[in-house]
């Protein structure tokens, strides 16, 4: 495993539409600068409100969101640009797909807490966070900050639609027709 799959990285809730709207600053020829500065006005009034932290939570997202989009490892290149051009023909309802196949390879850790989820809906039809939890800390060590960041990834899939809350309390179960793909993975 190379050092990227060992990190966590996607630490922070993150909306799909800020997804979206970074896309779409990509495509629209905006260079890191722009694309910061349009995130940085995006996020200004919804995270970190009033907060003076060098590196805060809204730093932290814009991070996460140039990754994905602007700024992706060397090796996925290529399947930016090949997701940025299905971006293009693809309806709204339709782009989930290639925000989560495109987050899933810059962050592994996000694919390793879908998994999770996905063997727990396919066995239970539901999932607790509590025991994805546990099972992420079982592969990424007993830290506070592995169980924050796998809270704050699955608030990300009920905040996407992919998983939706239960009348209990941290038990989730598939949200849209799109959380086969948390269901259906990992494939094989």
Not at 60 to 65: H, N, P
Not at 116 to 144: D, P, V, W
Request: hydrophobic letters at 40%; one cysteine or more; charged letters at 20%.
């Amino acid at each position: 495993m190379n050092n990227r799959t060992n990190q966590i990285g996607f630490s922070q809730r993150v909306r799909l539409e800020w997804l979206e709207t970074t896309a779409n600053l990509v495509l629209a020829g905006n260079n890191r600068a722009a694309v910061s500065e349009a995130l940085q006005e995006l996020l200004k009034d919804k995270v970190s409100v009033g907060g003076k932290a060098e590196r805060g939570n809204r730093e932290k997202i814009i991070t996460i969101l140039m990754k994905v989009w602007h700024n992706v490892p060397l090796e996925l290149a290529a399947l930016r640009t090949d997701g940025l051009e299905l971006l293009k023909r693809l309806p709204g309802t339709d782009r989930v797909a290639v925000h989560w196949g495109m987050v899933m390879a810059v962050y592994p850790f996000w694919a390793a807490v879908a998994g999770h989820t996905g063997r727990f809906l396919n066995l239970q039809g539901s999932a607790a966070a509590a025991h994805i939890q546990q099972r992420i800390r079982e592969q990424y060590g007993e830290r506070e900050t592995v169980s924050r960041a796998a809270r704050r990834v699955l608030r990300s899939y009920i905040d996407w639609g992919v998983l939706g809350e239960t009348e209990t309390k941290g038990i989730t179960a598939g949200g849209c027709p799109c959380a086969l793909m948390i269901s259906n993975w990992p494939p094989g």
